[in-house]
């Protein structure tokens, strides 16, 4: 009948159509879900590739991330004591030279011998010249050490110093595997007169910093002539002078992820027979 396929006509046409949308519609999502896949893995690319370049960019900044760049960065530094460390570094083995990068990036070595203060009362005679302390960390392979020193003319160690312009140095520092990597020294010049300290001439600091990995520097240093009392019971009460310095050092750790500040004052004190009496390395 006309009318039946009419009817039958209309119908079919109604289900291409139908079918030709949810051909669109699968067709749209199955685009969508591919066009997100590769969004996502777009994304997780670049993620890949900018942590690939902040390592890079922290290895290159680095010169103790490797042997061969520490050596470079020795080879060019101006810093004092370089080229002897070089040499010294130069001679340990493989195993000793990735060891000794270890310790260049192991923060808890800087906070041992930063927060250790120096020992106190130590004296220096002038009869012996030079008092040395040290302490040992990982089986010997660490030393934290302090050295006092005095200059000028020999006396006997129970007299006063004779009547001149005398130099007395503290020096603190630590070595990894036997190379000094750092070292902190304050000095002062002060003068005798062969009964009692009169003037202090002035007073300087200098550093060695060779880790690679710590920003080190320093305050103007500062110079005071004390004074002291002492009354004996029952006795008469003497007094005099002794030569003060010190110094505050500034810096900053950037290893692999830990940054710290630290501010330490370098202090020491002399008295009249050359003995380094009192001397510290304490948080300002």
């Known amino acids: 009948m006309p009318g039946t396929d009419q009817l039958g006509t209309t119908t079919e046409r109604s289900s291409l159509q139908k079918s030709g949308n949810m051909m669109k519609t699968r067709t749209a999502h199955g685009l969508a879900a591919a066009l997100s896949a590769v969004a996502l893995l777009t994304a997780t690319a670049s993620q890949v590739s900018a942590a690939e370049v902040t390592q890079t ?12 760049t520490y050596a470079n960065y020795l080879r060019h530094s101006g810093e004092d004591g370089a080229a002897d460390a070089l040499k010294k570094f130069q ?6 030279q990735a060891k000794f990068i270890g310790y260049l990036h192991d923060p808890a070595l800087y906070k041992s011998f930063l927060d250790k203060a120096a020992e106190q009362g130590k004296s ?11 302490t040992s960390l990982r089986k010997g392979d660490v030393v934290m050490g302090h050295e006092s020193t005095i200059s000028g003319t020999a006396a006997a160690a129970a007299r006063p ?13 630590v070595k990894f595997l036997g190379i000094k990597v750092i070292k902190l020294s304050l000095w002062e010049n002060f003068h005798s007169n062969g009964r009692d300290i009169t003037k202090v001439n002035y007073a300087d600091a200098g550093k060695t910093n060779i880790t690679g990995v710590i920003s080190i520097s320093k305050s103007t240093p500062k110079k005071v002539l004390s004074g002291w009392r002492w009354c004996p019971l029952g006795g008469h009460c003497s007094s005099g002078h002794d030569a003060d310095a010190s110094v505050i050092w500034e810096g900053g750790v950037l290893i692999r992820g830990s940054n710290w500040q630290f501010d330490k004052k ?17 948080n300002v």
């Open 161 to 173: 110093l004779p009547s001149g312009n005398h130099t007395v140095t503290y020096t603190t520092y």
């Open 266 to 282: 370098q202090w020491m004190r002399a008295d009249i027979y050359g003995k380094l009496v009192n001397s510290s390395l304490q």
């Open 57 to 68: 960019a922290t290895r290159h900044s680095d010169p103790a991330a490797t042997p061969a």
């Open 124 to 134: 220096l005679s002038v009869r012996s010249r030079n008092t040395n302390s040290t």
């Open 91 to 96: 001679r340990l083995t493989p195993t000793e």
